[in-house]
């Protein structure tokens, strides 16, 4: 029997139908923010496979970093971690050790131990640390207070009153995670978002994806629109966390040597090779000021580095060059 052309159509366009290339979309809120993915998929049901995958890692790194959760692993070193070493996942002891190398790089600008004092902020609620109690926290504050055992995977504290929190990277490890993810699954083009933390593989319809820096003070501008392909891109602002007082503004970056919020700068992004490298970074840079913020993204030579100064001055690093 010989088909007709109308009914082989109709059979492929069946066909086609149910393994249709496109791209899929979603946003959810997880980790505390706003999770996006985008990605091209040449099959319809791995596409919707794949945006699952990617909440569904989301989720996971939650449960287990979120020092919001009393039950997760990180808020239980924080409450045993004085007094015996907490057993871990390596994946967390692994993000620890993560986080003190970058101690070690910044001078200190990034600590994961910040919260000794960081937790008493509560910019929700616009209450802050009396001096006395920032100044009898500060002594808590240093990550070689945090002693990692890779082999054992256990995590412990030198002294009482440690707390650590993994806020300034927690959110691009999880980005790089679902990426990973999403690549094993054979995807190509892709971009997934938490908060300020983005990465991107593959272009976008043939082009670079564009991704918008926002100004400061204004969600709705734009100071720069920069397209990216094949990286990771962050952006730590004094706006995403923070409440006003007394013509003085307390956010959410920490500088651990003072255990109060940075101050030099308005927001810092960072573009770089992966997103738990331009989370940490973007955190770092900003604590650190312009200037030494600068010098250390020249020193690395792999990342880039736009910062909006306190006075609104854009400074871009040399990768970059100065727009006209
Ligand atoms: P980000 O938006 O990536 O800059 O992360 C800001 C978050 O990092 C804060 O909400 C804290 O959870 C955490 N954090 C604040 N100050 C520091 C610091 N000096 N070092 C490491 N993490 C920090
Ligand atoms: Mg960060």
Do not use: C
Request: hydrophobic share 40%; net charge negative; charged share 25%.
């Amino acid at each position: 029997m010989r088909l007709s052309r109308t009914v082989i159509f109709l059979l492929l366009t069946l066909a086609l139908g149910t393994a249709r290339a496109d791209w899929h979309h979603r946003e959810a809120a997880i980790m505390g923010t706003r999770i996006a993915v985008e990605l091209w998929a040449d099959d319809g049901a791995v596409g919707e496979r794949a945006v699952e995958a990617v909440l569904g890692e989301m989720r996971r790194v939650d449960a287990l970093m979120s020092h919001y959760k009393p039950e997760s692993q990180l808020s239980q070193i924080n409450q045993r971690a004085d007094r015996e070493a907490v057993k871990v996942d390596p994946e967390l002891a692994q993000l620890i050790i993560r986080a003190a190398r970058l101690s070690e790089l910044t001078g200190g600008a990034f600590d994961i131990t910040y919260a000794s004092v960081g937790h008493l902020y509560d910019y929700r609620a616009h209450t802050r640390p009396t001096d006395a109690e920032i100044a009898a926290g500060l002594g808590a504050i240093d990550w070689r207070h945090v002693i990692v055992d890779p082999q054992a995977s256990t995590v412990r504290f030198s002294r009482t009153g440690v707390r650590i929190d993994l806020g300034g990277i927690a959110k691009g490890y999880a980005v790089d995670r679902a990426i990973g993810i999403v690549q094993s699954m054979g995807i190509a083009h892709a971009s997934v978002t938490a908060g300020g933390d983005s990465r991107i593989i593959g272009d976008r319809f043939g082009r670079p994806w564009i991704v918008g820096i926002r100004h400061p003070d204004d969600p709705g501008r734009v100071i720069a629109r920069i397209p990216l392909v094949d990286t990771s891109i962050s952006t730590s602002g004094d706006y995403e966390r923070y409440f006003d007082e007394g013509g003085e503004r307390y956010h959410h970056i920490i500088d651990p040597g003072t255990g109060r919020s940075a101050g030099e700068v308005r927001s810092v992004t960072i573009i770089g090779p992966d997103a738990t490298t331009t989370d940490g970074l973007s955190t770092s840079v900003f604590v650190l000021g312009p200037q030494r913020g600068l010098e250390l993204v020249e020193k690395l030579g792999d990342v880039d580095a736009i910062i909006v100064r306190r006075d609104g001055k854009v400074l871009y690093s040399s990768g970059l060059g100065e727009p006209p």
